[in-house]
């Protein structure tokens, strides 16, 4: 038995398919041990979306033949995928695996570690493949990479368990056809592929199965969901994602449903009225922004305007009691300009968002966007930045206080000890973080009505259980 040692980057997406690649290699006999002990395998996870992960990928991948320089050390994903000359040039890795192929990796591990024992060569090189051979659908020096841009296949894999206790991401499509300008992802992970509903929906029964109350539908681009089935047409607003939630919403013993990132023009009147008839259904929606400025949105090549995002919000809060509406913004995006900052503070406080992400825009060589001009300095991104993060803080902590003196139904996630006392920490369904004392009777994974008494920390609210 040989121990492997895993480490994730990016998001949920990602999480779900390290989950599913510890599942895969746990069932062919490898023992996974944590990622700072000596290891025979190290594998990483990598991302691509900014400059600063692809640094964050090398670091590990550099730490873990630190840990043990005789150790294979593997990278996989996204920097795999788009990252080919730092690939090729770095000693630190033995064995890289592109997107599509996570399923496979026990297999091409077996293979790999098979090649090396026969072979007189270093690890990851053999005489019949040089290191500078094709990329394209070949396993070559180390590496397995598909052409992701030319395949339509949906990589099927089922989990059984994850590592959190009471929520389960559930990967539901992959791939992106909208091609921001700022944005590598496309090119990282190739053209939208949906998965079969009878698929999620049999891997949401065996999760619920296993104890998981929670699921959380995630993907590349989930407003696009089933596009790419026959007879579909290409991304218009219209979504399959509707259809497949009202599916899942029947399974029983499944308590909530909670979507991922979602494109603003699906929020049409007849999706929002038939996400309203779902009780299951979290009223947590995080709607992509970027910009409140209309000509930023254009240069971001983004499919909306201000105007059609807003009318959107006022359908949520039309069908939706208080949802709590979450949002992504990029500052710094090349040329824009004081007056277009300030467009987008209005449009920011025209909304009032429970939670912003706020990114500064980070240059990615081979998108449209790295070669435009007016590139702003770090200096403006760091100033504006600060900015929207004093009003996210702000309109966050308006959003709580809204909650105090009501009740509301906590799934209870994780004990946590806070000014010495013990607490039960959970999300209500618009993802408000409360904290109940701890009883002898509670436990995680159980759904209990509180009440709201006030702020406990700036993210968290103080409550009580119900009588």
């Known amino acids: ?48 979306v900014t400059n600063i992960a692809d640094r964050k ?43 599509n192929r996570k399923k ?40 397995t990479v598909l052409d992701i841009g030319h395949t339509g296949e949906y990589e099927e894999v089922r989990l059984k368990q994850t590592a959190e206790h009471t929520r389960a991401y559930i990967k539901i499509q992959d791939g992106c056809n909208q091609f921001c300008s700022y944005c590598a992802i496309p090119y990282a992970r190739g053209r939208v592929r949906s998965r079969k509903p009878e ?11 296993a104890g998981f109350k929670e699921v959380v539908l995630t993907g590349i681009h989930i407003s696009s969901y089933g596009i790419d089935f026959e007879g579909k047409k290409p991304y218009s607003g219209e979504s399959g994602l509707i259809g497949l939630v009202e599916q899942i919403h029947g399974i029983e013993g499944l308590e909530r449903i909670r979507l991922g990132s979602l494109e603003p023009r699906i929020m049409t009147e007849e ?40 009318t959107g919000v006022e359908r949520l809060r039309k069908y939706f009691r208080h949802p709590a509406i979450t949002t992504d913004i990029i500052v710094g995006f090349p040329g824009e300009t004081e007056e277009e900052f300030t467009e987008t503070e209005r449009f920011l406080e025209k909304v009032c968002f429970y939670e912003m992400h706020i990114f500064k825009y980070s240059r990615r060589e081979g998108t449209a966007a790295a070669s435009m001009p007016g590139q702003v300095s ?81 993210e968290i609210l103080m409550s009580r259980q119900s009588r």
């Open 104 to 143: 496979d990796i026990a297999v091409i591990l077996e293979e790999f570690l098979e090649e090396r024992d026969k072979s007189p060569c270093a690890p990851g090189q053999s005489e019949a493949a040089p290191p500078h051979a094709s990329w394209q659908d070949k396993t070559l020096h180390g590496t």
């Open 378 to 458: 770090e200096q403006t991104k760091a100033r504006r930045s600060n900015v929207l993060l004093a009003m996210e803080k702000r309109q966050s902590a308006e959003f709580r206080k809204y909650y105090i003196g009501s009740e509301a139904e906590v799934l209870l996630e994780e004990e946590k000890e806070i000014g010495g006392a013990a607490y039960l920490i959970g999300h209500t369904g618009d993802y408000v973080k409360a904290a109940v004392e701890k009883t002898p009777a509670m436990q995680t994974n159980e759904t209990v009505k509180v009440c709201f008494e006030g702020l406990l920390t700036e």
């Open 1 to 48: 038995m040989k121990n492997i040692a895993l480490h994730n980057l990016g998001c949920k997406v990602n999480s779900y398919e390290m989950d599913v690649m510890q599942q895969i290699l746990q069932e062919s006999g490898y023992k996974i041990v944590p990622f700072d002990q000596a290891a025979d395998i190290y594998i990483v996870n990598t991302c691509t």
């Open 199 to 209: 698929a999620v929906i049999k891997e949401v029964q065996g999760l619920v199965g």
């Open 271 to 310: 999706a929002v009225k038939r996400l309203s008839l779902l009780p299951k259904l979290c009223p947590h929606f995080h709607l992509s922004l970027q910009s409140g400025s209309d000509a930023v949105l254009k240069r971001m090549n983004r499919h909306y305007t201000t105007g059609e995002y807003y």
């Open 57 to 99: 990928s090398r670091q590990m991948l550099h730490r873990a033949k630190q840990l043990n320089p005789d150790a294979i050390v593997v990278a996989v994903g996204c920097y795999v995928q788009t990252g080919r000359e730092s690939i090729e040039k770095d000693g630190s890795i033995d064995l890289a695996i592109g997107n």
